[in-house]
């Protein structure tokens, strides 16, 4: 979701602000194999290697369930404005940017039996579910009364803080110099943008600085219409 508001206040000077926000919730409920054995009377017994027939082997299955939300919200101000010093051109833009991203990963999972054996040793959070033959294997709901319990969490988000700085100035018809950051696409530039990142709120890292410059002719195929 994105919102831009934009005011000219003439001719040559306008005012552009732009925010863009992201929400993903992802809910997910999965149960896949995680070993191949043979069950009897002790339950399931997991194997590395075999000669038994694929019909005496089954396949004990894992829960892998968890919510996982990721978000962010980004907004950028920026001026520009066009203006001429003596004979150059000028199309100079300023701005700013803010942001803030993060996540929040909940794992679950749901213990249970094979052949009346539980799958999973006391107080563990493995999530062995149930073992099913490794041939024609039946596709059914988790089984009855297995409850979901929550496993280990993580999350993390970091902060934005940025200024960049980009001037175009045009020398007569077949010259172009872009004063720019790197976010531009001018065939010339020269340019800053200054940019800090920093995990929220435990720790900060040291400003990111990028400087690039850029120097080509323009084709005369390739000029602007002149202003």
Not at 1 to 20: G, I, P
Not at 26 to 48: E, H, N, W
Not at 103 to 118: D, L
Not at 187 to 202: D, M, Q, V
Request: hydrophobic share 35%; with cysteine; charged share 15%.
């Amino acid at each position: 979701m994105s919102a831009t508001v934009s005011h000219k206040f003439s001719l040559h000077l306008r005012l552009r602000n732009q925010t863009q926000y992201n929400y993903v919730n992802t809910d997910v409920r999965q149960t896949s194999a995680s070993a191949v054995g043979t069950v009897g009377a002790r339950g399931f017994s997991a194997l590395s290697a075999t000669s038994l027939p694929l019909e005496s082997l089954f396949v004990r299955l894992q829960s892998r369930d968890r919510h996982i939300i990721d978000y962010s919200i980004f907004n950028q101000t920026e001026l520009s404005a066009k203006f001429d010093t003596g004979p150059v051109g000028h199309t100079l833009m300023a701005g700013v940017e803010v942001g803030h991203d993060g996540y929040n990963s909940q794992n679950y999972y749901r213990n249970s039996s094979c052949n009346g054996v539980a799958l999973n040793g006391v107080g563990a959070t493995t999530g062995y579910i149930a073992c099913e033959p490794l041939v024609k294997p039946g596709y059914t709901d988790s089984p009855a009364g297995v409850v979901s319990a929550g496993g280990n969490r993580q999350g993390g988000s970091a902060n934005t803080l940025a200024a960049y700085l980009n001037d175009t100035v045009e020398f007569g018809k077949q010259w172009k110099a872009n004063a720019t950051n790197n976010r531009a696409n001018c065939r010339i530039k020269l340019g800053l943008r200054i940019s800090r990142e920093y995990l929220a709120p435990w720790s900060r890292s040291c400003a990111d600085v990028n400087v690039d410059l850029v120097l080509e002719t323009l084709a005369p195929a390739d000029r602007q219409v002149q202003r």
